[in-house]
């Protein structure tokens, strides 16, 4: 008993490790070169938000002002999507750290709001695929966030996913979803409605 606790503590501490890997703004040193560096190398929105007001706050004229406004202003939908109920993506997502080298880049996309990124690390957990761990839950958290931010077959996966899970509800948001983002349904759909 005693062996499994430690166990479980242990593992829990390797996980706090991975999840916080990332740099954060108290991280960030002060200097102009720092903080830019921290600013292109943050992958959470939250961390970008703050380290770009961080950054503009202490070097309002600096060459790389137009920048961080530019990646301030890209981060807020994504980090208002993050805060949300319906999407279960954690900032141990987007840990570079626990990460793929491959997935890098689509990481960097999706914590700015790039909804094709996300779609593509949904597909790359769900499979398998490009070093990515296979891990539904994880992919069905890609999955909501780039519905969140405007995928059109993300939503109507998730629609499909949570019709085949006996969740009609859940279903029915996700399905008025792709039909505002005007996904192009198939003729003939893979789930019945009850």
Not at 39 to 47: F, G, S, V
Request: net charge neutral.
């Amino acid at each position: 008993m005693v062996k499994m606790i430690s166990m479980s503590v242990a593992g829990l501490l390797l996980w706090c490790s991975q999840a916080l890997a990332a740099t954060t703004p108290a991280q960030a040193g002060d200097s102009e070169p720092a903080l830019n560096q921290a600013l292109l190398e943050a992958t959470w929105p939250a961390d970008i938000t703050q380290l770009a007001t961080h950054y503009l706050e202490r070097y309002p004229l600096a060459a790389g002002a137009e920048a961080a406004r530019r990646l301030k202003e890209q981060a807020a939908r994504p980090e208002a999507a993050l805060a949300r109920t319906d999407v279960r993506l954690y900032r141990r997502a987007f840990a570079l750290a626990a990460s793929a080298p491959e997935l890098a880049p689509d990481i960097h996309r999706a914590a700015l709001g790039d909804h094709v990124a996300a779609m593509r690390l949904s597909q790359a957990h769900q499979r398998g695929e490009r070093g990515a761990a296979k891990d539904a839950r994880l992919s069905l958290g890609w999955l909501q966030y780039a519905a969140v931010l405007g995928n059109d077959q993300a939503a109507y996966d998730l629609a499909v996913y949570f019709r085949q899970q006996d969740q009609p509800a859940v279903a029915s948001h996700y399905e008025a979803l792709a039909v505002a983002l005007n996904h192009a349904f198939p003729t003939t759909l893979d789930h019945v409605r009850k």
